[in-house]
């Protein structure tokens, strides 16, 4: 479980056992996608909670991968504050 400290993160009221970050999701998804699909495979029964102002092609990118994964998954689709490349932007659950 991490501590995070994170507008997005906030919300979340289940124990997190990852999170990545917009810049990290942008620029080094295949890490991410790793990351993941680990957690599939050593048995967690995930949720992954995806911010809801990111790109439509992050999303997209996001999505595809949990499709495949056939990870459970909710978008947050309110407008969040904090903007910048650091902000959480995926968070499992």
Known sequence: MKQ????FSEIMSLPIVACFCIDELEHNWPHCQQQLMALVKSGHAVTVNIRGD???KL???I???VNQLAIRFTIYGRHFTDQTSQCIGL???
């Open 63 to 65: 999505l595809a991968s």
């Open 59 to 61: 999303q997209n990118r």
């Open 4 to 7: 995070v400290d994170d507008e």
């Open 54 to 56: 990111l790109s439509y």
């Open 91 to 93: 968070i499992v659950t």
